[in-house]
C-alpha cells in the first residue's frame, strides 16, 4: 500500500537517496543531509503549532511504500511566500515600440523583475522514484495537497501557485541561466539553485533590476523561457487538469513557468465531500480511483475505492482503513483520482 504522511526525522536518510536519484532543478529536495534536517525541522514545527492564519509555514510529506518500509517520493506545501525573504520571478510582458515614419510596428518581449512580500501559498518539491511512476501514484503524491489544504483553511493562502521545473540539462546546465544570470552570479546553475534554498538574499544583491528584452538574448535562451524539464510535462499536464493556468510569470533561475489557481476552484477540490465510515469490508470492492484521507493534522492519504450509501456515508476497504488508521465512524475526506472523462456530444 501506498500511503502519504508528513515526514518524520527518521526520514532523513532516505530522503538524502531520493535527492541523489533527482535531476538538477528541484531546490526543495536538496542534496545536502544538514539542509534537509533543517527543512524536516520545520516541517514537524508546522504541523505542531496553532495557528489561525498563514505565516510561511513549510509542510512536507513523504510517500511510503508500506511493504518495504520505502521512502518512494516527496512533496510539500509552503503556506504562503513572501515576507522576510521575496518571492523573486519574473512577469513577462509585451510593449509596443512603433515608428510612423517608417511604417514599422513591432511587439517586443521583456522579462521584469517582480519581488512579492505577500504572496500566494505555493506547492512543491514533489519528486517521485522513476520505479514509482506506475498506478497513479504521482497522482497521489501530488492531488491529496489540495484535501489536506481544504480541510485547514485557515492554515493556507486561498490562492496556490506553482512554480514547474524549467529546462536544465542532466550536467546542471541551464540556457536561461547561462545567458542571464550566470553573468551577474559568477556561478553555475546548481550553485546558485542551491544557494537560494538556504538564503534568497544575495538575489536582491545582485540580480537585475531593469527590464530584459527577450529578443536580445541567445535563441537557446528564449525557447526554453516558459518550458517545462521533460519529467515535468506530466505534473504540468496534470495540474492543468486540475484547473491551474499560467501567471505570465517565470523562475528567475532556469525560466520554468508558475502556474495558479484559487484552491476552492481546484477539480479534486470541488468534487471532493467530507463523509463517516459505516462499514469497513475485507471483501473485494471497485478499483482504487479515489484519494482519501484521515482529515487529521496527524494527516495520511492514500488511493482506494470507496461505496457511498444514501445518507452520505461510506464504506471503505479494509486495507485503506488500517493504512489510514481509521475506524467505523471516522470522519474522511475522498475525491476522484482523475477528472471524469467528457462524454461524448450525440449525434
Known sequence: MMVVRPVREEDVGQLVELAVSASFGLTSLPRDRDLLAKRIAKSLRSFQVETTEPGGELYLFVMEDTATDTIAGTSGIVSKVGGFEPFYAYRV??????SEMLQIRKEVQTLNLV????????????????????????????LFRFLFMVDYPSRFEPN??????????????????????????????????????????FIADLMPKCPIYVSLLPRDAQEVIGKVHDHTRPALKMLQDE?????????????????VCQLDDVRIVRESRNSTVREITAAE???????????????????GPVVTFPDGEVQLHADTARA????????????PLRPAAPQKERA
Open 93 to 98: 510582458e509585451t510593449c509596443l515600440h512603433q
Open 115 to 142: 519581488a512579492e512580500h505577500s504572496g500566494p501559498c505555493e506547492i512543491g518539491g514533489l519528486f517521485l522514484a522513476p520505479e514509482y511512476r506506475r498506478h497513479g501514484n504521482g497522482r497521489l503524491l501530488s
Open 160 to 201: 496556490v501557485i506553482a512554480e514547474m521545473r524549467g529546462v536544465v540539462d542532466e550536467d546542471g546546465r541551464s540556457p536561461f541561466w547561462e545567458a542571464i544570470g550566470h553573468h551577474f552570479f559568477d556561478m553555475d546553475f546548481p550553485k546558485a539553485d542551491y544557494l537560494s534554498v538556504m538564503d534568497k538574499r
Open 243 to 259: 484547473g491551474f493556468r499560467f501567471t505570465g510569470m517565470v523562475d528567475i533561475f532556469e525560466a520554468g513557468p508558475i502556474i
Open 285 to 303: 470492492m471497485g478499483p482504487a480511483d479515489f484519494i482519501i484521507t484521515n482529515t487529521s493534522v496527524d494527516f495520511c492519504a492514500c488511493m
Open 324 to 335: 489510514l488508521g481509521i475506524e467505523k465512524g471516522d470522519p474522511v475526506r475522498f475525491g
